[in-house]
């Protein structure tokens, strides 16, 4: 099965590269797939492209771009998508490229994904290191996607996912790639169209940044930060109350 790795990436010079090898290296181990990598600079403001840069002087499977300007995270990671369907892709997994992950624990759930036959799988974040609102937010977020789209998975927006590009091409992408939160509606696609859909625990690493000022989420761990992630959640509720019922 043809499959790709779509990695974004913004500001993330000390561990871009580091965190890229881990997972090529993670994932030559599967015994079911064999992946190739898109990795995506979102305009980022440091040393991140340099960096993944050297990436692709050690492996051939690896493709580098980076994006003219910061698009953010959703409007990125959809471009992948869309990129996985043209290249004729049968899988794209998307991994955040902040480290957080283990490779071990995600190659562990692509493998499961690939042996039950899903459409869609999620990463359940277990020991989640993110600030406590955060995970308020997020949970807030699935009651209201549990409502109106019977979505069962806690971690709807999780940057950890397996789809088949089959399942994707039936997502009017053009139009997705313009929400805030893009992989919370092709989650809720996926549930709402009963699709095969599952979730898979994945462990997750104690090294979130402090800084995140320069994202498009803040931390919540000051009080400029709280509120702009309040901000930021409140546009995002509207959307899945909206916008999300339209395109659905």
């Not at 990129?83 to 049968?90: L, Q, S, T």
């Not at 800084?211 to 509720?237: H, I, M, P, T, Y």
């Amino acid at each position: 099965m043809k499959s790709i790795v779509i990695m974004p990436f913004y500001n993330e010079e000390t561990n871009s590269k580091f965190y890229t090898e881990e997972i090529i290296l993670t994932f030559n181990k599967s015994n079911y797939l064999e992946f190739d990598y898109l990795l995506i600079d979102d305009c980022s403001v440091d040393n991140t492209f340099q960096e993944l840069e050297k990436i692709i002087d050690k492996f051939d499977n690896v493709n580098l771009k980076k994006n003219k300007k910061n698009y953010g995270h959703g409007k990125t990671v959809v471009e992948g998508y869309e990129y996985a369907i043209e290249n004729n892709y049968d899988v794209a997994v998307q991994i955040d490229g902040d480290n957080a992950g283990e490779p071990e624990s995600i190659l562990k759930m692509m493998e499961h994904a690939y042996q039950e036959d899903f459409d869609l799988c999620l990463a359940t974040r277990m020991k989640r290191p993110d600030n406590v609102i955060r995970k308020i937010i997020t949970r807030i977020l699935f009651f209201n996607l549990s409502l109106l789209f019977k979505v069962k998975s806690n971690d709807s927006n999780v940057g950890i996912r397996f789809m088949k590009t089959s399942f994707l091409e039936k997502i009017n992408l053009s139009k997705v790639k313009t929400l805030l939160i893009p992989n919370a509606f092709i989650s809720s696609f996926g549930y709402y169209k009963n699709y095969k859909v599952s979730n898979f625990p994945v462990n997750m690493r104690n090294n979130v940044r402090k800084d995140r000022s320069g994202e498009q989420w803040g931390s919540g761990n000051s009080v400029k930060s709280v509120f702009k992630l309040l901000k930021g959640s409140a546009k995002c509720f509207f959307e899945v109350n909206t916008t999300f019922r339209k395109l659905m």
